[in-house]
Structures are given as C-alpha cells and as structure tokens.
C-alpha cells in the first residue's frame, strides 16, 4: 500500500545529511565538551560550529544561541527565565489565546505563583490585533509571547508591528518553532529578544532545540547545575544531536527558498483541489499570511477522527491538530478561539506538507480524501444528503 507522510508540522524525518553529520560524535568523537583534553575540546569545536549554524540560520550572534532539550523547554525557559529575573519590575505576562501548550500551561503555572497573565483574542483567522498589544501593556508587564505561526491553523503574526509598539518597553518572545526552516526567520527584522526553535521541526533529530537570547536580556538560568550554555543552561550538552540541528540549521538556510516554493505550490493546489471536489469545506486559518507547509480544514457534517482513521488505512498520515494534543476529545483551544461553531472545530483536520512531499502524493491525497468525506457524509444522520 502506497504511504504517505502529510504531518509534518508534528514532526519531520531526519534529513540523510543531519545523520551522516551525527554519526561519529556517538561512538569516535566521545567527548564531554566541558573537559579539557582532545575528546573535550573536538567536541566543544563541533558544538560551537552548530551554535554558528544556528545562528545563521535566524540573522544572530552565536553567543546568542542556547542549546536546549526541545522547543517546550525554551518556551519554559523564557517564561520562568524572564519572569522571576524580573519580579522586581513586575508581575505582568502579555500572551494570546491560541499558543502552544509549552507557552500555556508555564503561563497557568506562573499564575499561581503571583504572576497576572493577559490572553489575547484573535480574529476568525487566528491573528492578533496589535493594537491590543498595546492596550494590554502595562507599567507592570514584563514579557510579550507571541507565537510566529500557529502550528494548527498556520496563520503568521505580524511579530514586526507588535515588536514596534512594544519596542524598549518590556521583553518580546516568539514561539518560532513552526517557522523556523519554513520560511524567513530574522530576529532583527522582527525585533524580538527571545525566540525559540526545535530541531525535528526542520529535519533535525528529536531531543535538542534552542534559545535565541538577545544580548543583554535579564533572565535566570532555567535549569540548574554546572555552568553549560555561559551559566544559562546546566547539564552536560547533547553533542550529537546538536550537532545534528546545527547541520538542519545549515541546510535549511541553503534550501529556504527552494522549499518555501515547492511547498505553496503543493499547499495551494490542495486546498483549490479540496474545495473543488469537496461542497461546504471551510479553511481554517489566514488565507494568504499562513505557512507554506499548512493546509487546516473543516468538513461539514464529518467528525476529524473518523477522516483521520479512514485516510490512515488509505496509506495517509494527517492530524486533527497539535500533536500534543492527540487523544483528547475536546475541541480544539485554536478553533475554538477563531470562533469556529463547535460541528466545524470537531470536523477539522490537518494536512502539513514536507520537503519529500510530491504532486503526486498530493493528487493521491485528494482521490482518496473525496472518496472518504462522500462515504462518511453518506452516514452522517444530519447530512441533507445523507442516505
């Protein structure tokens, strides 16, 4: 049976050049970085290598980037980082309603500790009014968080005119998870003084991410320990997979504009084959300032799980949302903060394209999908069309 691998947004395959690069720093390049002799030091020199590729990839100074586990613990990172460094200036989180769990959930935790937090809505395409930015800020805020790209719906922020309001008065940092290896990502064209990234979101391995820390940021070490990452990070660093990142990182900013085309050309002629073929189908998200990778939609009259389940036994791996997220029966917190009724929310499903992604795979995708959303409509009780 034919596969095809359309969740990307979850997680991506490893590129064959991020593991070549890997290889030996499992077994002939050892060496702990922090120790001083040869093993230490050649494993120190590929560690600041791909501090170099990082920060390359995002317009930074390599001194800038901080090597974490994941992109979760550089969101956690910069909540309590910030946060408690700053408790003496105020207690005040400016943040939206449709982030990431990893922003949320530190964002309930700060709350019980004594810390205020404002969730700003979004529109009916999942963007933040920046003007609500600045009707947020107060004499007391200390952070702005606002994700680059939702990984569920797609939709970009405008980062660069809320980091004009924002400007000198307060620290801004933005879940770039998504976007990073998507598309464009120039810290100081958006003007932000933290930004997180992670590595299996742009064909790197899983367990390694990284911080963007602009220069002269206040912020307490999140985990402690040993004096790792210039004492801003403890722990004995994950060399082969930094290593690993530090290659995606290269590649991703050789390849950037050849990716950023291929994947428009795919998302767009999905989601015109959808609505084509496919009456009453609504797509979620900002029809033009949204990632090239992303195509979220809302079937009516179909529930998301049973087109998920019956496009996997076509050979078809989608998503229904966050991959965080999977199991739960709740609608999701994007849709429902775009105003989706709740019949749409629970009929949505998520296609994210990737690099290995082909016209064909694309055109399987949409005989496939048709046929599945006719069968299952044909069941559906409310269906006006419906047996």
Do not use: W
Not at 118 to 142: C, F, M, Q, R, S
């Amino acid at each position: 049976m034919k596969r095809i691998y359309l969740d990307y947004a979850a997680t991506t395959p490893t590129h064959p050049e991020v593991v070549a690069a890997m290889q030996p720093y499992f077994s002939e390049k050892f060496g702990n970085p922090s120790s001083l002799h040869a093993f230490g030091q050649e494993a120190r020199s590929a560690v600041e290598q791909a501090r170099e590729q990082v920060a390359k990839l995002i317009n930074a100074r390599p001194e800038e980037i901080v090597f974490t586990s994941s992109g979760t613990e550089a969101n956690n990172f910069v909540l309590h980082g910030i946060s408690f460094a700053n408790k003496d200036k105020g207690n005040h989180i400016i943040t939206s309603q449709i982030e990431h769990h990893a922003i949320l959930e530190p964002c309930h935790f700060l709350e019980k500790q004594g810390f205020n937090v404002t969730y700003l809505p979004v529109d009916k395409y999942g963007l933040v009014n920046p003007k609500d930015v600045e009707k947020a800020l107060t004499d007391k805020t200390i952070l702005v968080s606002i994700m680059h790209a939702n990984n569920e719906i797609g939709t970009i922020q405008p980062i660069e005119k809320i980091s004009e309001i924002i400007r000198e008065k307060t620290y801004f940092h933005t879940d770039a998870v998504q976007t990073v290896g998507s598309i464009p990502v120039d810290v100081n064209k958006l003007g932000v003084d933290l930004l997180s990234l992670s590595g299996h979101k742009l064909y790197g391995p899983k367990g390694v991410g990284a911080l963007y820390i602009k220069k002269g940021t206040r912020m307490e070490s999140f985990i402690k320990g040993g004096g790792q990452e210039r004492n801003r990070r403890a722990s004995t660093e994950n060399v082969p997979s930094i290593v690993g990142l530090g290659k995606a990182a290269e590649l991703a900013r050789k390849e950037l504009n050849s990716r950023q085309k291929h994947l428009t050309e795919l998302r767009d002629k999905l989601i015109k084959g959808v609505k084509n073929k496919i009456p009453e189908v609504v797509l979620n998200g900002h029809p033009e300032l949204r990632l090239p990778k992303n195509v979220n939609l809302s079937v009516k009259y179909v529930e998301g799980e049973s087109m998920l389940l019956n496009l996997d036994l076509e050979g078809v791996a989608a998503s229904t949302g966050s991959a965080c997220s999977s199991g739960s029966t709740e609608p999701s917190h994007v849709l429902k903060a775009i105003g989706l009724a709740p019949d749409l929310a629970q009929g949505s499903i998520r296609f994210s394209l990737g690099r290995l992604t082909t016209e064909d795979d694309i055109n399987y995708v949409l005989d496939v999908f048709v046929k599945i959303v006719d069968k299952l409509r044909k069941m559906s009780p409310i269906y006006k069309g419906g047996a």
